[in-house]
T-cell receptor
């Protein structure tokens, strides 16, 4: 298995633009998690899905952030409009119930 | 919600020495405690985890201990090597369908000097 796949690996965008981050979980995993990592706030959970259904989005910072999981093999995290303070590394992780979380390589987002 | 505190924030040791990182958590419902290693520019990777029904777990040079009464757990690395240099994160979750719903500590930058 190729593991959790995220794209793009790097994204540079201008303030006010829409940004879409993508994630393909490990095949067979039933939960998917979006994390954000910054120097100031560390690793923080934004939202997670179980069987494609959003379970907890309390970590989503603002209405500018939205996430979807249309099927078991794909999820997106969208920021619209983007702001410089959204600059961070965004990780996607997936698990099978009762097992460890596997992280993707991350997307480094820079908003200028 | 859960709060995880991790100490120290930086740790410098000589090759061959032991390293210990400590974490405390606040939510008594947490029952799964993984440790992740993150090298510069890379993803966090699980190195060891422990569940609440176990007090200690060991995997070669790495061990984790858990004290549920005191709500703290620790990572022990023996015979450290330069390749152990990285950022280490502790985390806590309530398990079940949310093993990946992790609250992380702030991280410890471990440097092993040859």
């Amino acid at each position: 298995d190729a593991g959790v796949i995220q794209s793009p690996r790097h994204e540079v965008t201008e303030m006010g633009q829409e940004v879409t981050l993508r994630c393909k979980p490990i095949s067979g995993h039933n939960s998917l998690f979006w994390y954000r990592q910054t120097m100031m706030r560390g690793l923080e959970l934004l939202i997670y899905f179980n069987n494609n259904v959003p379970i907890d989005d309390s970590g989503m910072p603002e209405d500018r952030f939205s996430a979807k999981m249309p099927n078991a093999s794909f999820s997106t995290l969208k920021i619209q409009p983007s702001e410089p303070r959204d600059s961070a590394v965004y990780f996607c992780a997936s698990t099978l119930t009762g097992t460890e979380a596997f992280f993707g390589q991350g997307t480094r987002l820079t908003v200028v | 919600g859960e709060n995880v505190e991790q100490h120290p924030s930086t740790l410098s040791v000589q090759e061959g020495d032991s390293a210990v990182i400590k974490c405390t958590y606040s939510d008594s419902a947490s029952n799964y405690f993984p440790w992740y290693k993150q090298e510069l520019g890379k993803r966090p990777q699980l190195i060891i985890d422990i569940r609440s029904n176990v007090g200690e777990k060991k995997d070669q040079r790495i061990a984790v201990t858990l004290n549920k009464t005191a709500k703290h757990f620790s990572l022990h690395i023996t015979e450290t090597q330069p390749e152990d240099s990285a950022v280490y994160f502790c985390a806590a979750s309530q398990g079940g369908t949310s093993y990946g719903k992790l609250t992380f500590g702030q991280g410890t930058i471990l440097t092993v000097h040859p």
